[in-house]
């Protein structure tokens, strides 16, 4: 198994290997494969919050429609996020909002530098406070690079290799990036993720965080 990669000022992340377990992540690849055709050109939020696709920043598709997938993910998340909320030291309420994505990156697909939280209020009554990705692919794997670089504020980083069945999580407001993927041009070759981003009011707006 591959090792997260890590400079001495390592950011603050948690990986969990073996997050949701073969039979579970090949329902994930078998549903990407069933809706192909459904997944489209990523954007990213500028920082005018301003939705866009610009595949120098970011090449990447999506699916945002999971069926019952959803429900079952963001279960299993919730076994998890009191572990990950204390270890990261993350307040988030009782009963989080949670926002779900398939993603995939193709030969040439990353994301270029960027936190997932906003620098400054968006209009939303809550913020993304935990970001998590669920790493997983076709068998036998037949892509390289990807990996997820989390950045820490004295420039140290942390490469976390997107590996099969892999959860990774860390503070939404980190800055990390996506490295290059490269593959062969079938759908199915691809980097496959799930984004899970646990929302918490913004400051000042109930219910407040419990810590
Ligand atoms: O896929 C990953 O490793 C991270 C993806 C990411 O940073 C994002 O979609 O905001
Ligand atoms: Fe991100």
């Given at each position: 198994m591959d090792a997260p990669m890590t400079t001495a000022a390592t950011p603050a992340h948690v990986v969990i290997d073996g997050f949701l377990g073969a039979a579970r992540a090949g329902e994930l690849m078998q549903f990407a494969l069933e809706h192909e055709s459904e997944f489209h050109q990523s954007r990213f939020y500028t920082a005018e919050r301003e939705a866009r696709v610009d595949t120098s920043v970011r090449d990447s598709s999506h699916l945002l429609e999971l069926g019952p997938l959803r429900a079952a993910f963001a279960a299993s998340v919730d076994v998890v996020l009191a572990r990950l909320t204390s270890e990261l030291n993350v307040c988030l309420p009782s009963e989080t909002k949670k926002e779900i994505e398939m993603v995939r990156y193709g030969d040439g697909g990353f994301f270029k530098r960027h936190a997932d939280?906003?620098?400054?209020?968006?209009?939303?009554?809550s913020v993304r406070a935990l970001t998590l990705v669920y790493y997983f692919h076709a068998l036998p794997k037949r892509f390289d690079g990807g990996e997820l670089r989390l950045f820490s504020p004295d420039a140290g980083f942390a490469d976390v290799a997107p590996v099969y069945d892999r959860l990774v999580a860390f503070p939404s407001t980190a800055l990390h990036e996506v490295r290059p993927t490269r593959c062969?041009?079938?759908?199915?070759d691809g980097r496959f993720s799930i984004n899970c981003w646990v929302r918490r009011p913004r400051e000042g707006q109930s219910p407040s965080p419990s810590c």
């Amino acid at each position: 198994m591959d090792a997260p990669m890590t400079t001495a000022a390592t950011p603050a992340h948690v990986v969990i290997d073996g997050f949701l377990g073969a039979a579970r992540a090949g329902e994930l690849m078998q549903f990407a494969l069933e809706h192909e055709s459904e997944f489209h050109q990523s954007r990213f939020y500028t920082a005018e919050r301003e939705a866009r696709v610009d595949t120098s920043v970011r090449d990447s598709s999506h699916l945002l429609e999971l069926g019952p997938l959803r429900a079952a993910f963001a279960a299993s998340v919730d076994v998890v996020l009191a572990r990950l909320t204390s270890e990261l030291n993350v307040c988030l309420p009782s009963e989080t909002k949670k926002e779900i994505e398939m993603v995939r990156y193709g030969d040439g697909g990353f994301f270029k530098r960027h936190a997932d939280a906003p620098p400054r209020p968006d209009g939303h009554d809550s913020v993304r406070a935990l970001t998590l990705v669920y790493y997983f692919h076709a068998l036998p794997k037949r892509f390289d690079g990807g990996e997820l670089r989390l950045f820490s504020p004295d420039a140290g980083f942390a490469d976390v290799a997107p590996v099969y069945d892999r959860l990774v999580a860390f503070p939404s407001t980190a800055l990390h990036e996506v490295r290059p993927t490269r593959c062969a041009s079938a759908f199915a070759d691809g980097r496959f993720s799930i984004n899970c981003w646990v929302r918490r009011p913004r400051e000042g707006q109930s219910p407040s965080p419990s810590c």
